[in-house]
Protein backbone atom coordinates (compact mmCIF):
# COMPACT_ATOMS: atom_id res chain seq x y z
CA UNK A 1 0.00 0.00 0.00
CA UNK A 2 1.63 3.04 -1.47
CA UNK A 3 0.46 6.68 -1.21
CA UNK A 4 1.73 9.37 -3.76
CA UNK A 5 1.75 12.69 -1.99
CA UNK A 6 2.26 15.69 -3.99
CA UNK A 7 4.87 17.03 -1.67
CA UNK A 8 8.64 18.24 -2.85
CA UNK A 9 10.61 16.37 -0.42
CA UNK A 10 10.49 12.86 -2.27
CA UNK A 11 12.73 11.81 1.32
CA UNK A 12 10.03 12.49 3.86
CA UNK A 13 7.13 10.60 0.85
CA UNK A 14 9.55 7.56 0.87
CA UNK A 15 9.52 7.19 4.86
CA UNK A 16 5.93 7.76 5.27
CA UNK A 17 5.28 4.96 2.63
CA UNK A 18 7.83 2.93 4.86
CA UNK A 19 5.83 3.10 8.18
CA UNK A 20 2.74 2.18 6.36
CA UNK A 21 4.15 -0.76 4.66
CA UNK A 22 5.74 -1.69 8.06
CA UNK A 23 2.16 -1.54 9.84
CA UNK A 24 0.66 -3.43 7.04
CA UNK A 25 3.16 -5.89 7.21
CA UNK A 26 1.88 -6.28 11.83
CA UNK A 27 -1.23 -6.64 10.97
CA UNK A 28 -0.90 -9.31 8.78
CA UNK A 29 1.52 -11.17 11.25
CA UNK A 30 -1.50 -10.46 14.12
CA UNK A 31 -4.47 -11.55 11.96
CA UNK A 32 -2.09 -14.82 11.11
CA UNK A 33 -1.13 -15.26 14.68
CA UNK A 34 -5.10 -15.07 15.80
CA UNK A 35 -6.23 -17.43 13.36
CA UNK A 36 -3.56 -20.14 14.41
CA UNK A 37 -4.75 -19.39 18.02
CA UNK A 38 -8.33 -19.76 17.04
CA UNK A 39 -7.16 -23.53 15.53
CA UNK A 40 -5.28 -24.26 18.06
CA UNK A 41 -8.06 -23.42 20.69
CA UNK A 42 -10.05 -25.88 18.72
CA UNK A 43 -8.01 -28.39 18.32
CA UNK A 44 -7.35 -28.04 22.37
CA UNK A 45 -10.94 -28.48 22.63
CA UNK A 46 -11.45 -31.85 24.59
CA UNK A 47 -14.67 -34.01 23.14
CA UNK A 48 -17.39 -35.04 25.66
CA UNK A 49 -16.04 -38.78 25.62
CA UNK A 50 -12.77 -37.24 26.19
CA UNK A 51 -13.36 -35.56 28.99
CA UNK A 52 -15.75 -38.33 31.12
CA UNK A 53 -13.82 -41.38 30.31
CA UNK A 54 -12.33 -41.33 33.89
CA UNK A 55 -15.31 -41.33 35.64
CA UNK A 56 -16.92 -44.80 36.55
CA UNK A 57 -19.56 -46.57 34.52
CA UNK A 58 -19.77 -43.61 32.25
CA UNK A 59 -21.44 -44.41 28.77
CA UNK A 60 -22.34 -42.80 25.83
CA UNK A 61 -25.64 -43.23 23.40
CA UNK A 62 -27.36 -41.52 20.65
CA UNK A 63 -31.29 -41.78 20.76
CA UNK A 64 -33.25 -39.26 18.18
CA UNK A 65 -29.82 -37.77 16.63
CA UNK A 66 -28.95 -36.74 20.40
CA UNK A 67 -26.01 -37.30 22.34
CA UNK A 68 -26.72 -38.70 26.04
CA UNK A 69 -23.45 -39.49 28.39
CA UNK A 70 -24.23 -41.60 31.79
CA UNK A 71 -21.82 -40.01 33.85
CA UNK A 72 -21.77 -42.38 37.04
CA UNK A 73 -25.24 -42.50 38.11
CA UNK A 74 -26.53 -39.40 35.99
CA UNK A 75 -27.47 -39.51 32.91
CA UNK A 76 -26.38 -36.21 30.85
CA UNK A 77 -27.39 -34.86 27.36
CA UNK A 78 -27.14 -31.36 25.24
CA UNK A 79 -23.33 -30.21 25.77
CA UNK A 80 -23.36 -26.59 24.92
CA UNK A 81 -19.99 -25.34 22.89
CA UNK A 82 -17.00 -26.13 25.78
CA UNK A 83 -19.18 -29.58 25.51
CA UNK A 84 -19.99 -29.57 29.32
CA UNK A 85 -23.69 -30.98 29.34
CA UNK A 86 -26.67 -28.53 29.97
CA UNK A 87 -29.67 -31.06 31.01
CA UNK A 88 -28.48 -33.60 33.54
CA UNK A 89 -30.86 -36.14 35.53
CA UNK A 90 -30.12 -37.76 38.70
CA UNK A 91 -30.60 -41.58 39.96
CA UNK A 92 -33.39 -40.16 42.01
CA UNK A 93 -35.52 -38.95 39.03
CA UNK A 94 -38.62 -40.70 40.08
CA UNK A 95 -38.59 -39.16 43.33
CA UNK A 96 -38.61 -35.74 41.55
CA UNK A 97 -41.70 -37.09 38.98
CA UNK A 98 -43.52 -37.28 42.56
CA UNK A 99 -42.44 -34.23 43.83
CA UNK A 100 -44.39 -32.31 40.88
CA UNK A 101 -47.21 -34.32 41.17
CA UNK A 102 -47.07 -33.73 45.24
CA UNK A 103 -46.83 -29.92 44.28
CA UNK A 104 -49.25 -29.91 41.83
CA UNK A 105 -51.91 -31.40 44.61
CA UNK A 106 -50.92 -29.26 47.49
CA UNK A 107 -51.75 -26.24 45.18
CA UNK A 108 -54.67 -27.43 43.77
CA UNK A 109 -56.17 -28.43 47.01
CA UNK A 110 -55.34 -24.75 48.90
CA UNK A 111 -56.77 -23.02 45.86
CA UNK A 112 -60.34 -25.05 46.06
CA UNK A 113 -60.40 -25.20 49.87
CA UNK A 114 -59.07 -22.07 51.20
CA UNK A 115 -59.89 -19.42 48.39
CA UNK A 116 -63.42 -18.60 47.38
CA UNK A 117 -64.30 -18.78 43.86
CA UNK A 118 -65.36 -15.48 44.02
CA UNK A 119 -62.27 -13.73 44.90
CA UNK A 120 -61.22 -10.84 42.37
CA UNK A 121 -59.41 -11.90 39.42
CA UNK A 122 -55.57 -9.97 39.98
CA UNK A 123 -55.59 -12.29 43.19
CA UNK A 124 -56.14 -15.00 41.17
CA UNK A 125 -53.66 -14.03 38.46
CA UNK A 126 -50.88 -13.55 41.22
CA UNK A 127 -51.91 -17.36 43.00
CA UNK A 128 -50.87 -18.81 39.51
CA UNK A 129 -47.53 -16.29 38.82
CA UNK A 130 -46.58 -18.13 41.96
CA UNK A 131 -47.32 -21.34 41.49
CA UNK A 132 -45.29 -21.07 37.92
CA UNK A 133 -42.58 -19.74 39.88
CA UNK A 134 -42.47 -23.25 41.88
CA UNK A 135 -42.83 -25.38 39.20
CA UNK A 136 -39.77 -23.19 37.29
CA UNK A 137 -37.47 -23.34 40.22
CA UNK A 138 -37.97 -26.61 40.92
CA UNK A 139 -37.89 -28.07 37.11
CA UNK A 140 -34.84 -25.93 36.33
CA UNK A 141 -32.94 -27.35 39.98
CA UNK A 142 -33.92 -31.06 38.46
CA UNK A 143 -32.80 -30.52 35.04
CA UNK A 144 -29.27 -28.38 34.80
CA UNK A 145 -25.52 -29.74 35.41
CA UNK A 146 -25.44 -28.50 39.14
CA UNK A 147 -21.52 -28.65 38.37
CA UNK A 148 -19.93 -32.08 37.35
CA UNK A 149 -16.22 -31.38 37.50
CA UNK A 150 -14.65 -32.11 34.03
CA UNK A 151 -11.45 -32.77 32.72
CA UNK A 152 -10.97 -29.66 30.98
CA UNK A 153 -11.39 -27.90 34.52
CA UNK A 154 -7.47 -29.10 34.49
CA UNK A 155 -4.94 -26.43 35.20
CA UNK A 156 -0.94 -26.51 36.80
CA UNK A 157 -2.65 -25.09 40.27
CA UNK A 158 -5.09 -28.23 40.61
CA UNK A 159 -3.95 -30.48 42.93
CA UNK A 160 -6.77 -32.53 44.81
CA UNK A 161 -7.32 -35.55 43.30
CA UNK A 162 -10.60 -37.98 43.58
CA UNK A 163 -9.89 -41.49 43.27
CA UNK A 164 -13.20 -43.06 41.99
CA UNK A 165 -13.61 -40.25 39.56
CA UNK A 166 -9.45 -40.28 38.64
CA UNK A 167 -10.20 -36.02 38.46
CA UNK A 168 -8.13 -33.49 39.61
CA UNK A 169 -9.58 -29.93 40.78
CA UNK A 170 -8.97 -26.43 42.61
CA UNK A 171 -8.39 -26.99 46.33
CA UNK A 172 -9.46 -23.80 46.29
CA UNK A 173 -12.83 -24.71 45.45
CA UNK A 174 -15.73 -26.68 47.45
CA UNK A 175 -15.56 -29.54 45.75
CA UNK A 176 -16.94 -32.94 47.21
CA UNK A 177 -17.61 -36.44 45.72
CA UNK A 178 -21.31 -37.42 45.82
CA UNK A 179 -21.80 -41.26 46.42
CA UNK A 180 -25.05 -41.33 45.04
CA UNK A 181 -25.07 -39.41 41.55
CA UNK A 182 -21.54 -41.05 42.19
CA UNK A 183 -20.11 -37.89 40.81
CA UNK A 184 -17.60 -34.65 41.68
CA UNK A 185 -19.72 -31.36 42.00
CA UNK A 186 -18.30 -28.37 42.54
CA UNK A 187 -19.67 -26.04 45.89
CA UNK A 188 -21.68 -29.24 46.33
CA UNK A 189 -24.23 -28.21 49.39
CA UNK A 190 -26.15 -31.28 49.35
CA UNK A 191 -27.99 -34.48 47.31
CA UNK A 192 -31.78 -33.42 47.15
CA UNK A 193 -33.55 -36.93 46.54
CA UNK A 194 -36.88 -35.08 45.83
CA UNK A 195 -34.96 -33.09 43.36
CA UNK A 196 -33.61 -36.19 41.90
CA UNK A 197 -29.89 -35.40 42.22
CA UNK A 198 -27.48 -33.11 43.65
CA UNK A 199 -27.45 -29.21 44.47
CA UNK A 200 -24.37 -27.69 43.62
CA UNK A 201 -23.00 -24.44 41.77
CA UNK A 202 -25.10 -23.94 38.85
CA UNK A 203 -28.40 -25.42 40.65
CA UNK A 204 -28.69 -23.79 44.28
CA UNK A 205 -29.63 -20.75 43.27
CA UNK A 206 -32.78 -22.44 41.77
CA UNK A 207 -33.36 -24.51 44.74
CA UNK A 208 -33.38 -22.07 47.21
CA UNK A 209 -35.61 -19.70 45.15
CA UNK A 210 -38.03 -22.58 44.83
CA UNK A 211 -38.14 -22.72 48.81
CA UNK A 212 -38.56 -19.11 48.70
CA UNK A 213 -41.68 -19.54 46.65
CA UNK A 214 -42.91 -22.05 48.14
CA UNK A 215 -42.64 -19.97 51.32
CA UNK A 216 -44.16 -17.06 49.58
CA UNK A 217 -47.41 -19.06 48.02
CA UNK A 218 -48.09 -20.73 51.42
CA UNK A 219 -47.90 -16.73 53.36
CA UNK A 220 -50.18 -15.56 50.40
CA UNK A 221 -53.05 -18.13 51.00
CA UNK A 222 -53.24 -18.07 54.29
CA UNK A 223 -53.62 -14.14 53.64
CA UNK A 224 -56.26 -14.66 51.30
CA UNK A 225 -57.98 -17.28 53.78
CA UNK A 226 -57.68 -15.14 56.60
CA UNK A 227 -58.89 -11.30 54.60
CA UNK A 228 -61.88 -14.11 53.26
CA UNK A 229 -63.01 -14.91 56.81
CA UNK A 230 -62.88 -11.69 57.78
CA UNK A 231 -64.88 -10.22 55.75
CA UNK A 232 -67.48 -12.79 56.27
CA UNK A 233 -67.31 -12.06 59.87
CA UNK A 234 -68.12 -8.25 58.89
CA UNK A 235 -70.91 -9.09 56.74
CA UNK A 236 -72.34 -11.18 59.31
CA UNK A 237 -72.01 -8.32 61.92
CA UNK A 238 -73.62 -5.70 59.23
CA UNK A 239 -76.16 -8.23 58.61
CA UNK A 240 -77.83 -8.67 62.69
Known amino acids: MKIELSSFNKDQDEEFNNKLSIEDDTTK ?13 KQSLILPQEQFKNYPNYKFFTRFGILFCKIGN ?13 ICI ?38 YLLSFFI ?16 KKNMDENNTEFCNICQVYYNPEKKVEHCKMCNI ?5 DHHCVWVGKCVGKNNLFSFYSMLISI ?16 NKVNKKS ?3
Open 215 to 230: GIVYAYIIYLAFFQYS
Open 135 to 150: YFFFNRCALINPGIIQ
Open 90 to 127: GPHWYLAIVSNILITTLLITMYYCLIDSDIELYNKLIY
Open 29 to 41: INIKKNTQLNKSN
Open 184 to 188: CVENL
Open 74 to 86: TFTCNFDENNSPK
Open 238 to 240: TIK
